[in-house]
Each structure stands twice: as C-alpha cells, then as structure tokens.
C-alpha cells in the first residue's frame, strides 16, 4: 500500500474526525477543574478521574463521528468538507468504518464507566447514559438537537454542568462512604462543583457557537437549523460575548460568595487572550477567517480550566 495514501488516511481521522485540538480540551477541561475541587476537599483519587475523562473523551468522539456519519449519508456531495467526501469515494473512508468507530468510542466508554458504576453507585450511570443519549442525538434520531437550533443548552449542560459534577462525584462519593449501591452522596454534588462547572459550560459553549458562526452557510444550504441560522449572525456573536463574560463574573461570586479564597481569580490571567478571542469572533466573517478561532477558543477553555483548579486547591 501507498506510504502516502496511508498517511492521508491517518491525518484524515486525526484532523477532519477526531479533532484532537477541539475534544481534548472539551473533555480535559472538565476532569482539571474536579481535581482541583477534589484536591481542596481531600478526596482526590486518580484512576476514576482518569477514567472519567477518558469516558467522557470518547463520547465527545462518538459524538462527532455520529455527526460527520450523519453529514455524508445525508450529504454525500457536502462542499463543507470536501475532502472527506473524496476519501469516500476512493475508499480512504467507509461509513462501515465510521461506525465501527462510533460503537468503538461509545462501548470503551461504557466499560470504563462501568468501573465508574462499581466504584461511585448507580448516579454515575444515570450520567453515563444521558451524556452518551445527549452526544447521539446532537445530530442523529429523528429530532436532531443541532439541525434545530437547541444544541447550545445541550452543550452547556452535559459538556460543563454534568462533566465537572460527575468527574468531582466519581472521586468524592467513596470517600464519603455511600450507604449503597443504588443510593447518591448528597455531600458528593456541592454547591461549588456546581458553581465551577457554569464558566466550563459557557466557555465550551462558546466553542459551539464559532462552529456555527462559520459553517453557517453550509448549514443553510443542508437545512441545519442553527441559532447562527435561525436567529442571524449578530445574535451568536451576543450569546459568544454574554457567555465570555459570564465565566469570568463567575470567579467573583466563589470568591466573593462562596469563600474561596482570593486565588480563585487567577483566570483573570487570561481576560487578553480571552479579549483577543472575542474580538476575532465579533469581526472575522469568512469561513477560512474563522477556522483557527476554534481551537483559539479551546486554547482559552484549557488554560482557564488549569487556572481554576489551582484557585479552587489553593483557595
């Protein structure tokens, strides 16, 4: 076989699928943050964090196979991503592989959450299925939540909301000594795990909403009914900005509000590049303009994650 075609082939999954600068800072980001919050309460524990991330990577992967799966069986002439509908019709990609792939990413983060289940009680597995449900029906089943504009609140809630309290309970609920198997720890879902996941959910949110800004175009022309579509440009850019602003306003109510202590601020440290991001997505238009502020936004999602597990530890 053809070194070259082989290589093609590799960089097609890595970089047109499995979109590593995007899902691993989507998926770290939650599981950073826990550590940090476990690390405060002295219940942190590596291997079901680990595993949580881990699980929690691969439904984000199963989820953006399922959509580019969905996107070329209904699509399969699609102009917003022409080299994928090459490799098809060479036979560098299959939609057998493809979903190959999806019950690949999928079943591993069952077996890992099974672990999870054993370890943590049944609430980790109520968490396990509704993500993995949340993730599919972003863009397949018959009422696909991205095609009708409702993705943003998705997002928001099962990729920072639930990631972060599930990534903190997985750690804590042992160490609080759960009465049962089928029983929750109320002391594992504290008022702060909640309160750190909102500026997670709204910069991942965030992330979202550019891809929308840029494909907006493609979207129309497919009958994606985004919020960029339905609701125009100016109104994503609002939301981009509003939820920008609520991640960093968060910090001064765990500070101010909840008694973390002053270096729970220390985010702040990336208001310029956050300022930087903004500013890119409220003035670039094009679709090859737009195309690095994606992972400029996952950047920023990193880097404020690693800055509130350590204002969070040492606070």
Same mark, same amino acid.
């Given at each position: 076989m053809n070194e070259a075609h082989v290589t093609s082939r590799r960089d097609m999954w890595i970089d047109m699928l499995l979109y590593p600068g995007h899902t691993l800072p989507t998926a770290a980001a939650p599981a950073i943050v826990a550590v940090g919050l476990a690390v405060r309460h002295e219940v942190l524990t590596a291997v079901p964090v680990l595993l949580a991330f881990i699980a929690g990577w691969l439904i984000q992967l199963g989820g953006v196979l399922t959509d580019n799966y969905e996107n070329l069986t209904r699509h399969p002439n699609d102009r917003e991503h022409p080299h994928l509908v090459h490799a098809l019709r060479d036979g560098a990609l299959t939609l057998s592989g493809l979903r190959a792939a999806i019950i690949v990413c999928y079943g591993v983060a069952l077996i890992a959450g099974a672990w999870l289940v054993y370890h943590a *009680?049944?609430?980790? +597995?109520?968490? *396990?299925?509704? =993500?993995?449900? !949340? &993730?599919?029906? %972003? &863009?397949?089943g018959p009422f696909p939540f991205g095609s009708r504009g409702i993705a943003d609140p998705l997002f928001f809630v099962f990729f920072g909301i639930v990631s972060v309290v599930g990534c903190y309970y997985v @750690?804590?609920?042992? !160490? %609080?000594?759960?009465? =049962?198997?089928? @029983?929750a720890v109320p002391e594992a879902f504290p008022l702060t795990a909640f309160a750190l996941s909102l500026p997670i959910g709204a910069l991942i949110t965030n992330i979202l909403i550019i891809d929308d800004i840029r494909d907006r175009e493609f979207d129309v022309v497919k009958g994606k009914r985004t919020l960029a579509v339905r609701a125009g440009v100016a109104w994503s850019r609002a939301e981009f900005a509003v939820l920008l602003a609520l991640s960093y306003l968060v910090l001064f109510w765990l500070w101010l509000g909840l008694g973390i202590g002053v270096s729970i601020l220390l985010?702040?440290?990336t208001l310029?590049?956050?300022? &930087?991001?903004?500013?890119?997505?409220?003035? +670039?238009?094009?679709?090859?303009?737009?195309?690095?502020?994606?992972?400029? !936004? !996952?950047? +920023?999602?990193l880097a404020y994650s690693v800055f509130l597990a350590i204002g969070v530890a040492k606070g």
């Open positions: *009680g049944i609430p980790v +597995l109520v968490i *396990g299925i509704l =993500s993995i449900l !949340a &993730s599919w029906i %972003y &863009s397949a @750690q804590a609920a042992p !160490a %609080y000594g759960h009465p =049962s198997f089928w @029983q985010p702040l440290l310029p590049y956050a300022i &930087s991001t903004v500013h890119g997505v409220l003035t +670039l238009d094009r679709f090859e303009d737009l195309v690095p502020m994606t992972p400029k !936004a !996952a950047r +920023l999602l």
